[in-house]
């Protein structure tokens, strides 16, 4: 198992550096196409990486778990696409990538990538109140009596928190998640699903 943990922590690092290195080349392209001058529906506006806490109950017992998250982020502006266009509001579509450490009864991982909506809305000139909300295919590498046997499951989370600007570039975040952890019915297993509750924290690079 430790050798799995490895890897997988290995394999996220790896696809966050190469989105690092990838993604600000393709952000500091113009936003509009040069043969028809129209401007691109959706933009590439944020790259981050986040981490936290997480605590819940596994097995039917109360707060005996506790997952220690690890996530990049990538970061799409959906105004235009959707007509949005308050200077103070922000839809963006979020994906995920994340390799969660699970410590508890079980040692594991949750490894997925989630894809949601965060909504942001400017508070104050450096201060951004954000709405969150995703879902994510994963594997969950412990077994359990409320999931049964380790394999496919949705990590869904909704969530709240702050974005505060450093400068025009960089930002840090940092919110409350509530999690829940079901396969939606679609294998044949126990589906009680697992809660949990995350504090997390990040920083991100703003295009």
Not at 75 to 100: C, D, H, Y
Not at 148 to 177: C, I, M, P, W
Request: hydrophobic content about 45%.
């Amino acid at each position: 198992m430790n050798t799995f943990i490895r890897r997988a922590v290995s394999t996220l690092l790896l696809l966050f550096s190469m989105l690092f290195y990838a993604l600000p080349l393709k952000a500091s392209a113009p936003d509009s196409s040069p043969e028809t001058g129209k401007k691109q529906a959706v933009v590439l506006n944020e790259l981050g990486f986040a981490s936290g806490y997480v605590w819940g109950s596994l097995n039917r017992k109360a707060d005996n778990m506790t997952v220690y998250p690890l996530i990049a982020r990538v970061g799409f502006n959906m105004n235009r696409l959707l007509g949005i266009e308050s200077a103070k509001s922000t839809l963006q579509l979020a994906l995920e990538p994340q390799v969660n450490l699970i410590s508890g009864p079980q040692d594991g991982v949750e490894a997925g990538c989630g894809i949601g909506l965060r909504y942001f809305r400017k508070l104050a000139s450096p201060v951004d109140l954000f709405f969150e909300a995703s879902f994510a295919p994963m594997f969950l590498s412990v077994d359990s009596i409320e999931q049964g046997k380790a394999g496919f499951n949705f990590l869904d989370h909704f969530g709240s928190g702050l974005q505060y600007r450093l400068s025009d570039k960089t930002a840090v975040f940092g919110g409350y998640r509530w999690r829940h952890i079901s396969h939606a019915g679609l294998v044949d297993r126990s589906n009680m699903g697992i809660n949990s509750n995350a504090i997390i924290a990040g920083v991100s690079w703003l295009y």
